[in-house]
Each structure stands twice: as structure tokens, then as C-alpha cells.
């Protein structure tokens, strides 16, 4: 079946420490989009890319990078800069625009700093 | 730029009762609008969505979606309510290059 793959589903960071999240689709999609989902606050855009090897920042990228070397790879990584990292991330696929598909979603990965 | 409200971020029905999600959105031009539900610990999966054409849209699970242009709204309901059903919804518009998101509704569903 075709859809998105998020890893970790849970994950502990230490302080000052770098995180990657990985974020694999095999739907063929064109675009992919990391968001971030804090509670009562709906859906944050940290980056998204509409083809390989380019990618725009989003609504609250600092703190955070990401790649985009394959079509079907999309990992983000969270780093020492990013001070409140606690989250929920989720990952969103979609054809290229116009987005009247809408967006299919991974299952989220839920950092924590310990 | 394109915006979303959705009203109320918590709603409570009992289990058989009528389900309506309130949503109202802003754009500059003719807007793609979107429904997504949530479960716990879960991504969004896509309820239904507007694109063009008729302005009643059915989606999965019993849910339906009426696009308003005079009122800019895009209301969701359900006429009977299951227990089935408690989960966070969420509703987006998406206008060029950009999707934008509600804060989202949380409905609770009692038996």
C-alpha cells in the first residue's frame, strides 16, 4: 500500500542535542511538507519542498534543517538551536499544485526533551 | 493571504445527536477547502474536501461539507453522531502554494 512512512514514533532528546526525523513516501508525490502540532495551536509549516534538491522555509523554521536528496525522502532534523523542540511532527505528502488532492499525512512522531 | 477559524475548539454531542463543526475562511481567489480528522497519537486523514462544482460535498464516514461563498464558510456535519466519531477535526484552505490550517475542534461524543 502506498503512503508515508514517519520514524521514530516516539523520541527522547537530551538538551543540546540533534535529532533527525525521517519522513519516507511511495506515493510518488512531487511535494512534501514537515509540520509542527502543538496543542490548540492547529498546524505550524516548518519547511517544505516542492522537488528534489530544493526546499522553502515555512512559517517557523529556525531551529530546525532538512534535505530533500530523493523524491521520496524527507527527513527533518531538530537542533540544539530549536529551544522548545517538545512537539508533535508530522509529515505531508502531496501532488504538485494546484493541491486540490489535498495533503496524505504519516503517523507523526512525538519529540520530547528529557 | 488565506486564513481559517474554526469556532469552538471543543464540542460535546451526545452519541445519535446532530454534529456541526463551524469553520469560516478567507481567500483572494476561489478556495480548495479541506476536512481532516485526527485520532490520538495519529496523523490526518482527509474527510472531504471542495475543489469546484457542487457545493454539497459528501465525504467518508457520513460526514458532509456545504461551501458557502456569500457566507465564507465550509461547515461540517454529521447528522447522527457515533461514538465512533471523538477525535480532533480540522479544517484547511489552500490557495497557490499553501495550505493553512484551523486550530482545530475537538469533539467529544457522550453516550
Known amino acids: 500500500d502506498g503512503g508515508i512512512t514517519q520514524s521514530p514514533k516516539y523520541l527522547f532528546r537530551k538538551e543540546g542535542q540533534n535529532v533527525t526525523l525521517s519522513c519516507e513516501q511511495n506515493l510518488n508525490h512531487d511535494a512534501m511538507y514537515w509540520y509542527r502540532q502543538d496543542p490548540g495551536q492547529g498546524l505550524r509549516l516548518i519547511y517544505y519542498?516542492?522537488?528534489?534538491?530544493?526546499?522553502q522555509k515555512g512559517d517557523i523554521a529556525e531551529g530546525y534543517s532538512v534535505s530533500r536528496e530523493k523524491k521520496e525522502s524527507f527527513p527533518l532534523t531538530v537542533t540544539s538551536a530549536q529551544k522548545n523542540p517538545t512537539a508533535f511532527y508530522l509529515c505531508?505528502?502531496?501532488?504538485?499544485?494546484?493541491?486540490?488532492?489535498?495533503?496524505?499525512f504519516g503517523s507523526g512522531t512525538r519529540l520530547t526533551v528529557v | 493571504a488565506q486564513s481559517v477559524t474554526q469556532l469552538g475548539s471543543h464540542v460535546s454531542v451526545s452519541e445519535g445527536a446532530l454534529v456541526l463543526l463551524r469553520c469560516n475562511y478567507s481567500?483572494?481567489?476561489?478556495?480548495?477547502l479541506f476536512w481532516y480528522v485526527q485520532y490520538p497519537n495519529q496523523g490526518l486523514q482527509l474527510l472531504l474536501k471542495?475543489?469546484?462544482?457542487?457545493?454539497l460535498v459528501k465525504g467518508i464516514n457520513g460526514f458532509e461539507a456545504e461551501f458557502k461563498k456569500s457566507e465564507t464558510s465550509f461547515h461540517l456535519t454529521k447528522p447522527s453522531a457515533h461514538m465512533s466519531d471523538a477525535a480532533e477535526y480540522f479544517c484547511?484552505?489552500?490557495?497557490?502554494?499553501?495550505?493553512?490550517f484551523g486550530a482545530g475542534t475537538r469533539l467529544t461524543v457522550k453516550p
Open positions: 519542498s516542492q522537488i528534489v534538491n530544493d526546499f
Open positions: 505531508a505528502s502531496s501532488m504538485d499544485h494546484p493541491r486540490a488532492d489535498g495533503y496524505t
Open positions: 471542495y475543489t469546484t462544482g457542487a457545493t
Open positions: 481567500s483572494s481567489v476561489p478556495p480548495y
Open positions: 484547511a484552505v489552500s490557495e497557490d502554494n499553501d495550505m493553512r
